[in-house]
């Protein structure tokens, strides 16, 4: 070769680069299931939807979403699931802000995503806007078992649609059972205080179908993940939803909150707001997961936001770092999203 030093650089800038399939300082991840839930910020197909009012996300429409766009909005978020799983992706992702089954399809097996064997879980839900949760697993560890759309309406008013609950089952290994509820609640736009109502009956739903859990099968093991549009101080996560930080975990009844404590996440935040940064995306456990000796159990400081670098950009009016959206308000930027992912490690049954 005749410039053998300039291959050795290239060499080493592939190997090192953080979407490398994988990484030279990648962890052994055989004996953890890794799970993680994103917020991907209006990941919308191009094609118009004649059963929706909501079309915006269009090449004709107001924000001008054309295929380009599209797909470097698909290799943004390959790019982030790949860099998140530290050489193998996750085994388990919940998403929110994704318009339907077609662009999770997409996900998985129009990018590099489609040599790990991942499999699809999505609900058409009522949101105005046409945006859902779901999910994506790999079946090296998990087997689906069961899976619904929990409905969210207020019978008080008729005109209220919003997102769905996702909740999936799945058989771990053949040696156990996970149970896992995405959600997104009810935003705060409008004001705080005058949607705080929905956010607390969205806490209340989601508790019913955690305490039914708890009826039907002795110490089910529970994982709650989502964009739930509060902070772990907010009365629907604290007082309704009772879930809290493992060390105020009191009665037999309350959740553990794994994202209540910045300093042991990696990063102060997974949204940011003004010059200040909050947790709304949260992952919260049942006890028997969490305090788990047999079988699937959570592993002690696995918690994590996943703050790279690539997912930030310099904050110039209120200083520090902002999240690199794909969009400013009606400008287009190209960037990942408007939240940062969040993750945990799990232990595989007989490791």
Known sequence: MKHPL???IFLMTIL???FTYTSLFSQENGSRLRLAFYNIENFFDIKFDSTRQYNEFTPEGTQRWTLSRYLHKRTNVFKTIMAMGEGSPPDLLGFCEVENEDVLSDLILGTPLKKFNYRVVHFES??????DVGLIYRLDHLSLINSKAIVFSDPSDAN???RDILYVSFEVDAADTLHVFVNHWPSR????LSSDIKRIMAAELL???????KHYHRNPKIVLMGDFNDTPE???????LRALSPDKVMQDSDLVHLFTKPEELGFEGTIKHMQNWQ?????IVSQSLYSSDDGLGFIQGSQRIFAKNFLLTDDDRHLGKMLYRTYVGPRYVGGYSDHLPVYIDLRLPGK
Request: no cysteine; charged share 25%.
């Open 6 to 8: 300039l291959f050795v």
């Open 16 to 18: 090192l680069s953080p």
């Open 126 to 131: 009522g949101d105005r806007r046409g945006i």
């Open 160 to 162: 209220f649609v919003t």
């Open 189 to 192: 736009y409008g004001g705080v």
């Open 207 to 213: 508790r019913k179908h955690v305490d039914s859990l």
């Open 234 to 240: 907010d009365i629907s996560i604290k007082k309704v």
């Open 279 to 283: 947790i709304f995306d949260h992952i």
